[in-house]
């Protein structure tokens, strides 16, 4: 298969996915409909979204440069782009906000592929993916995640979807946060 081609359906798959992952959002997975009792139903109340959260400042989710890509070389062979093991890019970062008790709690998602090298194979990587939010220099939240995606058989693109449902800081009182999410291999990637 073409490098082109291989590119043209990872991108009309991650738009697939973008869209159901955006569909799934706007859905509930509760039917609305409590069973108690002998075979009687209860109807629930779904959950309202008040005017104040639909008007709550919710802040944009970026990549911070040079943090969109993120390659693992065989031992030895940094750099060299012929010991290239998997090379893997985040493509698209998304956002939702949760407003409660003085706290704004994010969910941050991030969907990228990661695509073999010429000395790649199968099976389990890890990447380290961080998320940090914040308001000039303060840093309110900072989290590294060691995310694992399983490599296919084939040497074909693998795609994935990240997510950190629990980032949450004081709810700003101003719109000056700053939100990241993208590759970190520095000092602190260890931890």
């Known amino acids: 298969m073409s490098f082109l081609l291989a590119e043209r359906q990872f991108f009309a798959r991650a738009a697939a996915a973008v869209f159901i992952l955006a569909i799934a959002g706007c859905q509930s997975t509760d039917s609305g409909t409590n069973v108690s009792g002998a075979g009687t139903t209860q109807e629930t109340a779904p959950e309202q979204?008040?005017?104040?959260?639909?008007?709550?400042?919710?802040?944009?989710?970026?990549l911070r440069s040079g943090t969109a890509s993120y390659n693992t070389y065989e031992r030895g062979g940094e750099g060299d782009p012929e010991r290239i093991i998997y090379q893997a890019s985040i493509e698209d970062v998304?956002?939702?906000?949760?407003?409660?008790?003085?706290?704004?709690?994010?969910?941050?998602?991030?969907a990228g592929k990661v695509v073999p090298g010429p000395v790649g194979k199968q099976g389990r990587?890890?990447?380290?993916?961080?998320v940090a939010v914040l308001r000039g220099d303060e840093v309110l939240y900072s989290r590294l995640s060691k995310y694992q995606v399983s490599i296919a058989p084939g040497g074909a693109a693998t795609q994935f979807i990240f997510n950190d449902a629990n980032v949450s800081f004081p709810a700003p009182t101003a719109p000056n946060v700053q939100v990241f999410v993208g590759y970190d291999e520095g000092p602190d990637a260890a931890r």
């Open 94 to 110: 998304t956002r939702s906000c949760k407003y409660q008790g003085g706290t704004l709690t994010m969910n941050v998602a991030a």
């Open 125 to 130: 990587i890890t990447m380290p993916i961080r």
């Open 49 to 62: 979204v008040s005017v104040e959260e639909l008007r709550a400042y919710c802040p944009k989710v970026s």
